[in-house]
């Protein structure tokens, strides 16, 4: 313990941040106060606000800070394509790395019937009604490839062909960069069975 | 980047914590938004507490809320003993792993004269002060084995043997758990010439 209880309640403040113990938040206070305090002070009024006024998009549930995201409002995306995603920040890894240009829906989680958590917790009943306004031609699943994250993508591939829309599922397969000997044989097997002509 | 640009905010103002860097910014974004909006709004207030009212100690240059930290206060100290350190993160270090029992002083830094870092910039003329009031008897010179803090450790000793006041250096050596063979050579050659009877 230092000498001083604020100091304290700081270093026990910062450990609601991922991956940060006891050593790192210690490190992190030290470092703020000593050489970081124009910066801490800004990153204090940036979380209080961001807490304060994040909400989630009307139309695709991510994070925000008005009532439809950048995103959905943009006028040079594809509105007919609409991806599922299971968070926001998979919103940020596909915009970063892909060339995908058509809307997102964020289902803030997957369906898991053990934690009581139902389609309509995860907005079912928002997309339903979305797909029958007829705008969406393609729904591209991109759930993560978890037993949860599987079902789910199951479940809504479901919705999505009754109403005569085309489901697609990204592809799974051998990482690029990945060499064949360290990938695991699910992943394998799937690569086989999802092999495309050269 | 995300639909948001107050998200996009978070995420850039999080990377003045140390060791964070885009990829860690955007977790924890996301993790205290979606997940610890409570434990956000705390950090926050804490946050911007800290940097408004943590000042330095007015006789151990650490760092606390009040005038005088908890520890130069306290009555269960041996004020005969003074540690020298360079920063506040050490004396909290010192007092998790030792049952040193003495008071501290901190630098808040090192000699270092191509950067323009004089004795007056590290509060010697306070520690020379502190030292003339005759109640110190020993000073433990803890600051760190590198070439300015040994260089600092040499200047503080000469002040302080010139005062007929002990000055010691916390000893070099080989860690506990430590094997010789992943020891470098200064250690090691150190721990020779630091050995004790047993």
Partial sequence: MSGSPLVNQLIEALRCLPGVGPKSAQ??????????????????????????????????????????CDIC?????????????????????????????????????????????????????????RLDQGEVKEVVLATNFTIEGEATAHYISEMVNSRNIIASRIAHGVPVGGELEYVNSTTLSRAFSGRQNF
Same sequence: chains 1, 2.
């Fill in 27 to 68: 490190r992190m206070a030290y470092h703020l106060l000593e050489r970081e305090r124009v910066a801490a002070e800004n990153l204090s009024a940036v979380l209080a606000k961001a807490v304060n006024e994040v909400g989630h998009c009307e139309l695709c549930r991510s994070l925000t800070e008005r009532k439809v």
């Fill in 73 to 129: 409002e943009s006028s040079n995306r594809d509105r007919t394509l609409l991806c599922i995603v299971e968070s926001p920040s998979d919103v940020q890894v596909i915009e970063q790395s892909t060339d995908y240009k058509g809307l997102f829906f964020v289902l803030m989680g997957h369906l898991s019937p053990l934690d009581g958590i139902g389609p309509e917790d995860i907005g079912l009943d928002l997309l339903a009604s």
